[in-house]
């Protein structure tokens, strides 16, 4: 009974970890479709916000689509959010990449860039338009 006891007191005292969003990934292992989230949309428009906070789950797959309408020549930078994930591939135009690494990404016309990723690590990460200060012009992703 004090073994019971025990047991039952050190499963509440570790903090819960996120459930897996499929209990079988199968031969595609994390890119799996059952381990996908809902795709994020973010808009660069001058004067308009960027998108709505997120929360990610580490160790989900996710599609950002980042659209530049043209109104502007706009970027969103954010290293700390790029080395918190795991890219897959950024398409633009059809031409997909494969990157080791991200910035930045600059938009001098229309057009939409995909990155599909694997959150990483947890925390607070934000993607921002560099040099604007408003809170409408960056996007906080929280991965548990």
């Not at 001058?46 to 980042?66: H, I």
Request: with cysteine.
């Amino acid at each position: 009974m004090k073994h019971i006891a025990t047991a039952a007191l050190l499963t509440l005292a570790v903090p819960a970890a996120a459930a897996p969003l499929c209990d079988d990934l199968g031969f595609a292992g994390l890119l799996a479709s059952c381990n996908r989230g809902e795709p994020i949309e973010l808009t660069l428009a001058s004067g308009q916000p960027l998108g709505e906070d997120q929360t990610l789950q580490s160790g989900a797959y996710y599609k950002l689509n980042v659209t530049a309408d043209g109104s502007a020549e706009l970027a969103i930078s954010g290293p700390d959010f790029f080395r918190a994930i795991w890219i897959n591939e950024i398409v633009i135009n059809q031409i997909e990449i494969r990157p080791m690494a991200v910035d930045s990404l600059e938009f001098d016309a229309a057009g939409t860039a995909e990155i599909s990723f694997i959150a990483i690590k947890p925390g607070s990460h934000t993607l921002r338009i560099p040099g604007s200060t408003g809170d409408a012009q960056s996007v906080t992703f929280n991965i548990q």
